[in-house]
């Protein structure tokens, strides 16, 4: 802990002071009597504190977490018995624990802690009071992060490959597709393993493309298909037969990195021009076993612009087999007949399912792959384990010290992180249970809100700047 230096040139006591504001009042204690100038007067300090150890230590890889809690005893100068039987409960009191050097102002002093009254013991007028000041971080009530649940609102149209803007199907209503159903945050590139550019053959069929799945996992998951539409194709040796189709399928619900390269849905693989730039969301069955690949794109849902996938064009040609539908491949919502492997009246080998799972690739040439959420503090994908404490603590219900906590994440190393979310949770449990033990960085609750201790892994005697030695000075 740096206590405040000497304001000249001989050493200056220092004094411990505490603050309680209790129902409306400020009560202020010190060791002894002390009158200290500031620029509104002079504050007083009632005499009788004391305080218990104090400790600003960082506290990597312990096996209990920092509850930052100060034993204090003081000499109240009311009735406390009687200010709690007129309802004035002590332990909703505020208190600041401060040092204060001699000679200087009020205002310069350090404030060491905020927090509550807690535990407090007290007994006749005249006697100590005791109690422990608390700040410890997992008391925030914060959750993280807003999802999108159970949308009401939605796009009505949607870009289909061969009929071009078509509405929205509601067959069935699209509230009841959606209905308890909840669109995750998708962080990073979950599920990539291979994070270069995929290579795509001149065939149209999925068996002859390995590139694009090979190397991948559902690295994330949706249930959010929506927007039945019927056709009614007949069933041919290589059609389709009638039925409700799922118009599109909600991968995430927010924008990402991968649907703003996407278009506007109409976007292929291949198009009769030859290979387009673009994303890829692969796209998996509830077994793992890899489906099929499309464009991702952005659409409005529940007032959000979140991350599709056209599932219409795909399911109304029933190519389970192919990773793309083509302008060329389709005519008037009907299948035109490419070569025997295209698609029968059977239902094919892999259905994608309620629960499909997902990754990004890149099939673009200027991009080796592509990922998910977008980051606020820079710009570009959120990537690092930086941004994502940063995004999740911005849910917390404490204030947040962000000069010294983004002084703090620049000194620590950085490196990036990927999943997904479908459940929102406490910040606190989050942040303690998935990202703190990846840091060499703890967290405290300051006068100025949360902010971080860092751990210096590469420091040497060299860094030292100062010594301590037992005894008294």
Same mark, same amino acid.
């Given at each position: 802990m740096a206590w405040p230096s000497a304001v000249s040139g001989r050493a200056r006591r220092w004094y411990m002071l505490l603050r309680v504001t209790w129902h409306g009042v400020d009560y202020r204690f010190a060791v002894s009597p002390l009158s200290i100038p500031?620029?509104?007067?002079?504050?007083?300090?009632?005499?009788?504190?004391? &305080?218990?150890?104090?400790?600003?230590?960082?506290?990597?890889?312990?096996?209990?977490?920092?509850?930052?809690? /100060?034993?204090?005893? /003081?000499?109240?100068?009311?009735? &406390?018995?009687?200010?709690?039987?007129?309802?004035?409960?002590?332990?909703?009191?505020?208190?600041?624990? #401060?040092?204060?050097?001699?000679?200087?102002?009020?205002?310069?002093?350090?404030?060491?802690?905020?927090?509550? %009254?807690?535990?407090? #013991?007290?007994?006749?007028?005249?006697?100590?009071?005791?109690?422990?000041v608390e700040a410890p971080p997992w008391n925030d009530q914060g959750t993280w992060p807003e999802l999108l649940t159970s949308p009401i609102a939605f796009a009505g149209t949607f870009e289909s490959q061969s009929l071009g803007p078509s509405s929205v199907g509601t067959r069935y209503r699209v509230t009841n597709d959606l209905k308890g159903k909840t669109a995750g945050l998708c962080i990073g590139n979950p599920g990539n393993l291979n994070q270069t550019k995929r290579t795509l053959p001149s065939s149209v069929f999925a068996k002859d493309a390995p590139d694009i799945f090979e190397n991948t996992r559902p690295g994330?998951?949706?249930?959010?298909?929506?927007? =039945?539409?019927?056709? #009614?194709?007949? %069933?041919?040796?290589?059609?389709?037969?009638?039925?409700?189709?799922?118009?599109?399928?909600?991968?995430?619900?927010?924008?990402?990195?991968?649907?703003?390269?996407?278009?506007?849905?109409?976007?292929?693989?291949?198009?009769?021009?030859?290979?387009?730039?673009?994303?890829?969301? !692969?796209?998996?069955?509830?077994?793992?076993?890899? %489906?099929?690949?499309?464009?991702?794109?952005?659409?409005?849902?529940?007032?959000?612009?979140?991350?599709? %996938?056209?599932?219409?064009?795909?399911?109304?040609?029933?190519?389970? !087999?192919?990773?793309?539908?083509?302008?060329?491949? &389709? =005519?008037?919502?009907? /299948?035109?007949?490419?070569?025997?492997?295209?698609?029968t009246s059977l239902?094919?080998?892999?259905?994608?399912?309620?629960? !499909?799972?997902?990754?990004?690739?890149?099939?673009? =040439?200027s991009f080796d792959t592509f990922y998910g959420l977008n980051s606020a503090r820079q710009t570009g994908p959120l990537k690092t384990v930086h941004d994502l404490l940063a995004l999740v603590l911005s849910s917390s219900s404490l204030p947040v010290d962000w000069p010294r906590l983004y002084a703090a994440l620049d000194r620590i190393p950085v490196f990036d992180v990927e999943g997904y979310v479908d459940e929102r949770v406490a910040v606190w449990d989050f942040v303690s249970r998935e990202l703190l033990p990846l840091l060499p960085m703890t967290l405290r609750n300051g006068p100025r809100g949360l902010y971080a201790l860092t751990a210096d892994m590469g420091a040497t005697v060299a860094d030292s700047i100062g010594t301590l030695r037992a005894g008294v000075d």
């Open positions: 500031s620029t509104a007067g002079v504050v007083a300090h009632l005499p009788g504190l004391t &305080i218990g150890a104090f400790s600003e230590t960082f506290q990597f890889l312990s096996g209990s977490v920092d509850r930052q809690s /100060v034993p204090a005893s /003081v000499l109240w100068p009311d009735d &406390i018995a009687a200010a709690v039987a007129a309802g004035y409960r002590l332990d909703t009191a505020e208190a600041e624990l #401060s040092v204060w050097v001699e000679g200087t102002a009020y205002e310069a002093r350090r404030v060491l802690l905020v927090g509550r %009254v807690m535990q407090p #013991s007290y007994g006749a007028r005249g006697e100590p009071v005791q109690f422990s994330a998951y949706t249930t959010m298909r929506y927007g =039945s539409k019927f056709e #009614s194709n007949g %069933v041919t040796a290589k059609g389709n037969p009638a039925g409700a189709f799922t118009t599109q399928l909600c991968l995430c619900g927010h924008a990402t990195q991968a649907g703003g390269y996407g278009g506007d849905g109409t976007q292929t693989v291949r198009g009769s021009s030859g290979l387009d730039d673009a994303p890829l969301a !692969v796209l998996f069955n509830e077994d793992g076993q890899y %489906v099929t690949a499309l464009v991702p794109y952005h659409t409005q849902l529940g007032g959000r612009t979140v991350t599709a %996938v056209n599932l219409y064009d795909y399911l109304n040609t029933r190519s389970e !087999v192919r990773y793309n539908v083509s302008a060329a491949s &389709i =005519s008037g919502g009907t /299948v035109s007949p490419l070569a025997t492997d295209n698609a239902d094919p080998e892999r259905i994608l399912g309620d629960r !499909v799972g997902y990754t990004f690739v890149s099939a673009h =040439s």
